[in-house]
């Protein structure tokens, strides 16, 4: 069983992540960069949180704490998450629970219209870069089916495979394809087909010209300089990236889906997000009063930590990076047994005598994202601290959790039909009530 | 009856233009610059050519040579418009014949390749940026209707309500209604149904992937440099009115309108419109073959010039400015009188001794876009030019030129049913062999 040790120029880790692990708190926060050879601990730099690329200098990893305030979002505080509650009649999700919905923007008042039953919608999406998904890609997709579940409902989810053509060296015709694949594994996600639309951008933008009318109308309304200022474009950029960010916004305003809310654009929207695509919908709130619509209101997950360590998003072009949701049972065992960083000692007995660390344990935050059960939990975080469960043992029961978790999913996807992508990606009315 | 006079500050009309009117030579070419109040004779300044603005600081007006030069198209020698005679066994329209339409792009490569048989489509358009039209507007349509006439070709006209969107101070719904009210203008200049589509960018872009493929493909290939070299944009300007050249390029390729061409992407496209769109389309010939598609041809036409002065382009917001298209016989008839500039001398006395000047005079310009009688026009110039023909007199001529002109196309346009409209306006297949 190898293991990959912190090593970090000698730095211990406690003294390096500033605390230990804290129930509730989001797991890549405490996480060491491996890709930076130097520590920096103390030196306060920014992390570069964007669309396209997250990555940070300080080696306790992206701090999202700072994050709230440079974004001017709010913190999911324990009062929030008792409100979701009392307002569902349902326990919160896990991701809510334990912090990996961290931020948001307006739930309050969210929940105050819900309270008066003024009803909304759920926006969500995916950049549909390559046919393979991993397991870090259906978080947003998770949390957003358990908040239609709960909350009754529509959702509309965009696949932008016009950005993907833009950014990547990719055919469009590749990029629709991988929307539709993708869209089969989002759809064996469970969502209901008779509240949830999911388009392709280059479809939908083809197909309606109210979605059209809003795009251009967010045009009119943003700068050069503004989308320079806030996704850094420069003047060598292709045009189609510069005007992209109001593809990405349009939906955010319920008359772009006529279909279904039948002209109104007073609807308010609740995004579900990686906090990476905030940029997108501050520009977004900036415009809305400004064309007469409301703003949409976020709800931001922190990042799923890489195989490797948790610093930075995980590579769709990487296998060994993540566990993917095409892998057999035996790829999952090999891939957390030999590349999930671990937060245990060099030996057994080392390992018996100061515990691991659970903190920069992927394994361990892995289970914190797909083990529902707290009390199971805590135990394990208890066991491995102390300990008495070894690196091995809490890979095994990671690799038991997922096994299950992705096999039932493929089972899912081959049941997903083109006849059913066909209904989920058609423009149609959807069943609720507003 | 009122007419300007020529004054620029003692400087003789013949020494500032420096040539005496030649047939053949479009008319604006010759034209004082009466916004500017000092004569700027002798100093080589550049005009002002783009498609938001035409100005000059010479006062010879927008010098067509330079601009052939400049913007690296050709003329249009007899030789091009003797070709044109051969290949379609017709006589040269009256813009060919008069050097109206005077530079061109790729004309030759055009009917080397008709001559083998291998088709071509037209493709003009217009921005709708109010209800009124002026018959300059119709300059582009009466000359793309010949075209479709003796070459026997499909043609696609774009109605940039998108663009007028952005530029005005207009709300999309009026861009739009002005789009479709425009459209009845233009199939009252006599297209044929089973070979013309007309679309407005809201509602086709909406109900077309293709085209929205091909507007994106071309917004990967162009960026904000390009377009701020091209189009003199800056910062501030709105993202939409950044990405909008792609908009104005897409219809170039054959493949953006696959209910016609059957996804066929390389039929060659023939542009015919005023050189101030010319940036839009060497843009759109710098992407084609970076993107695989055919260089579009083009057929530039010179600037219609305002009643009062024929520098610039007529002013749709400004009523004197211009014959309406909706003006009646009186209306017609007061306009050309009061305000048409006039060549004539100031006193008849001296108009019989010296005689009128034809290169400056408003009336004479305007018959030779609408007298379509070549022997006719020389007689007027001969009889003018020697005091023979007096202001009032040629001023009569127009106006019984334009009067029944006018009046048969508002009775074309009265015949102009919504539902014309919505068959012209429909994406489907048009009747025609390639």
Redesign the interface.
Known sequence: LKCFKITLLGTDYKHLTGQDYKAGCPPPENVVNQDNGAATDGIDEEDNVDPWNVSTSNAKGVDYDKLIVRFGSSKIETELVDRIEKVTGQKPHRFLRRGIFFSHRDMHQVLDAYEKNKSFYLYTGRGPSSEAMHVGHLIPFIFTKWLQDVFDIPLVIQLTD?EK??WKDLA?EECHRFAVENAKDIIACGFDVNKTFIFSD??Y?????????NV??I???????Q??GIFG????????K??F??IQAAPSFSNSFPQIFGGRKDVQCLIPCAIDQDPYFRMTRDVAPRIGYPKPALLHSSFFPALQGAQTKMSASDANSSIFLTDTPKQIKNKINKHAFSGGKDTIEEHRKFGGNPDVDVSFMYLTFFLDDDEQLEKIKQDYSSGALLTGELKKILIETLQPMIAQHQERRKQVTEETVKQFMTPRPLNFKL
């Open positions: 016009d053509y833009l469009i280059f479809d933008m083809g197909s309606s010209p109210e979605f059209y009318r251009v109308k045009q009119k309304h943003v700068t050069y300089n989308v320079k474009f420069t003047d060598s950029d292709c045009i189609g510069i005007s960010p109001a």
